[in-house]
């Protein structure tokens, strides 16, 4: 199956582009959510898709979805998306969207952490700290964390770094009850993603969630949830404290970037991302399918 860059539909009105997903009106309720092809690193859209990874990130957040439904509402209709688009736009939607509630959005990055990885055993290493959470001394890179944290972050716009914030700054944003929800909601979550995935030799180091409000005022899951591209999965058998251990997840790229030269120097972390080579693209499509197969494989 060609891999898909973007979408072009023409029946539904475009709303927005994001950084993987486009998404549809679907009257004044509802949405069609396409996960397209690309992958952003470091906030940058790349300027090359990754076959097929539209299409595992989306069997995986509606497994997901799935599996998390008795912790709170998602977004999902159960809608098929084959019955909303023209009949020449069957191969933009086909196993890559889903029909969604429209909703209001919390503009918070609800995001998880049960280990030392990424820019928080970076804060951790300067600071003792991540994100202001003062932690245990003498924690290595990629030590499980006594108790998950809840670390949250500003949502930016497409193409600027999200910002990570204070607990404090979430209770002025949207007030305390719907802080301390999300909070609440968002670890618990998190735990029992984490022992699900232990089952299945997965380690789930972090992650983050998105939240809306319906027209109730309830609190709903949505956009997507427990994927590659929004969490750090870690293969249990080759884990150990003191390394970053191969990823499922995006992670392969973010490695790579890292050490990216563009005119003689490193990679600023701003568009335009540099190509990423043949071998990158095809390895980190390979993790995406081994992710989706470990996970949902009866």
């Given at each position: 199956m060609p891999a898909l860059y973007a979408t072009s539909i023409k029946s539904l009105p475009l709303l927005s582009k994001g950084k993987v997903r486009d998404v549809y009106a679907l009257g004044d309720d509802k949405l069609l959510m396409v996960t397209t092809d690309r992958l952003s690193a470091f906030d940058v859209v790349m300027g090359q898709p990754i076959p097929e990874k539209g299409i595992v990130l989306n069997q995986m957040a509606n497994f997901w979805f799935d599996?998390?439904?008795?912790?709170?509402?998602?977004?999902?209709?159960?809608?098929d998306p084959a019955s909303v688009v023209a009949a020449d736009e069957l191969d933009q939607v086909k196993g890559r969207a889903v029909v969604a509630k429209r909703l209001k959005p919390i503009l918070v990055e609800a995001v998880v952490r049960g280990y030392l990885a990424g820019s928080g055993w970076k804060d951790y290493k300067?600071?003792?700290?991540?994100?202001?959470?003062?932690?245990?001394?003498?924690?290595?890179?990629?030590?499980?964390?006594?108790?998950?944290i809840f670390t949250p972050a500003a949502k930016a716009e497409v193409g600027e770094h999200d910002e990570n914030i204070s607990f404090e700054k979430v209770i002025d944003m949207i007030?305390?009850?719907?802080?301390?929800?999300i909070r609440d909601v968002?670890?618990?979550?998190?735990?029992?993603?984490?022992e699900y995935a232990a089952t299945r030799g997965i380690i789930i180091a972090d992650t983050k969630f998105e939240f809306g409000l319906d027209e109730g005022g309830q609190l709903v899951l949505m956009d997507e949830i427990l994927t590659a591209d929004s969490s750090r999965f870690w293969?249990?058998?080759?884990?150990?404290?003191?390394?970053?251990?191969?990823?499922?997840?995006?992670?392969?790229?973010?490695?790579?970037l890292e050490t990216a030269m563009v005119d003689g120097k490193l990679w600023s972390k701003t568009a335009p991302a540099p190509a990423l080579p043949a071998d990158v693209i095809d390895k980190t499509a390979q993790k995406y399918r081994e992710a989706l197969a470990r996970l949902t494989k009866a």
């Amino acid at each position: 199956m060609p891999a898909l860059y973007a979408t072009s539909i023409k029946s539904l009105p475009l709303l927005s582009k994001g950084k993987v997903r486009d998404v549809y009106a679907l009257g004044d309720d509802k949405l069609l959510m396409v996960t397209t092809d690309r992958l952003s690193a470091f906030d940058v859209v790349m300027g090359q898709p990754i076959p097929e990874k539209g299409i595992v990130l989306n069997q995986m957040a509606n497994f997901w979805f799935d599996k998390l439904a008795s912790v709170i509402p998602n977004h999902l209709t159960g809608i098929d998306p084959a019955s909303v688009v023209a009949a020449d736009e069957l191969d933009q939607v086909k196993g890559r969207a889903v029909v969604a509630k429209r909703l209001k959005p919390i503009l918070v990055e609800a995001v998880v952490r049960g280990y030392l990885a990424g820019s928080g055993w970076k804060d951790y290493k300067e600071t003792g700290k991540v994100c202001g959470i003062a932690l245990p001394e003498g924690l290595e890179n990629a030590q499980k964390l006594p108790e998950p944290i809840f670390t949250p972050a500003a949502k930016a716009e497409v193409g600027e770094h999200d910002e990570n914030i204070s607990f404090e700054k979430v209770i002025d944003m949207i007030g305390e009850p719907l802080a301390n929800q999300i909070r609440d909601v968002s670890i618990r979550l998190y735990k029992e993603a984490s022992e699900y995935a232990a089952t299945r030799g997965i380690i789930i180091a972090d992650t983050k969630f998105e939240f809306g409000l319906d027209e109730g005022g309830q609190l709903v899951l949505m956009d997507e949830i427990l994927t590659a591209d929004s969490s750090r999965f870690w293969p249990a058998e080759t884990y150990y404290v003191g390394s970053n251990p191969p990823s499922y997840d995006k992670q392969f790229v973010r490695d790579w970037l890292e050490t990216a030269m563009v005119d003689g120097k490193l990679w600023s972390k701003t568009a335009p991302a540099p190509a990423l080579p043949a071998d990158v693209i095809d390895k980190t499509a390979q993790k995406y399918r081994e992710a989706l197969a470990r996970l949902t494989k009866a």
